[in-house]
């Protein structure tokens, strides 16, 4: 009799990240609409008679709703990202372990991600090259930026690799203070986009895989 295999992991992917794009509108509409409210309160509460004083408070209004909370919210969202691409190519990496019997060691001298997929290759699974690749190593360091130097380019260990990798995201730039900025909207594009990377990488490998176990059982 053959055995029934079931593609369990592409639906996690799937709802992962489906899930995570939800997340990630719900909040920014959430912190516009904060961002509003306050704005409202500070126009009804400025002082009469003292410009200087509402010009410090629609000072400090810009600093954390335009700025600081939008700002946080996304470097987080980046920063998760990254790790959910991470662990997802771990899942895989783990079933082709339990399939194959040869572990994966990381040499830590790489990316995580690149030696996963080196692994993966070396393991001789039906890879392909795909851009993602690039992209991901671009975001890789900025997510690196924003972990370590806490976003501003000319902190991080090499700045000028962070800019490039920032000049190449839609949505990413540089402010005049070198913090890095995301657009509001900037994030959709990239997590989808993993999403259907991860779900290439990981159906054909599934199909070899079962192809491989039903050939050992034949």
Not at 86 to 100: M, Q, S, Y
Not at 157 to 168: E, I, K, N
Not at 176 to 204: C, F
């Amino acid at each position: 009799m053959a055995w029934v295999w079931i593609d369990f992991l592409s639906d996690d992917i799937d709802a992962e990240f489906n899930l995570t794009v939800n997340y990630v509108l719900t909040i920014e509409d959430q912190i516009a609409s904060v961002s509003t409210r306050e704005a409202e309160r500070v126009q009804r509460t400025l002082p009469d008679g003292d410009p200087d004083e509402a010009a410090y408070q629609w000072h400090l209004y810009q600093q954390f709703h335009e700025h600081l909370m939008p700002r946080t919210f996304r470097y987080s969202c980046l920063v998760s990202l990254v790790t959910a691409i991470d662990a997802t190519l771990g899942a895989i990496v783990r079933e082709v372990e339990r399939h194959i019997g040869r572990a994966f060691k990381p040499a830590r001298r790489a990316r995580l991600f690149r030696e996963q997929w080196c692994y993966l290759f070396e393991v001789g699974m039906p890879m392909r090259a795909d851009p993602f690749v690039a992209r991901l190593d671009d975001v890789t360091t900025v997510r690196n930026c924003i972990v370590h130097a806490a976003g501003t380019v000319k902190h991080d260990r090499d700045p000028d690799r962070v800019a490039a990798a920032v000049s190449r995201l839609v949505g990413f730039g540089i402010s005049k203070e070198t913090l890095i900025e995301v657009q509001k909207g900037a994030l959709i594009p990239l997590i989808d986009e993993a999403r259907l990377w991860l779900l290439s990488v990981w159906r054909p490998i599934f199909a070899h895989l079962e192809e491989r176990g039903q050939a050992m059982r034949a």
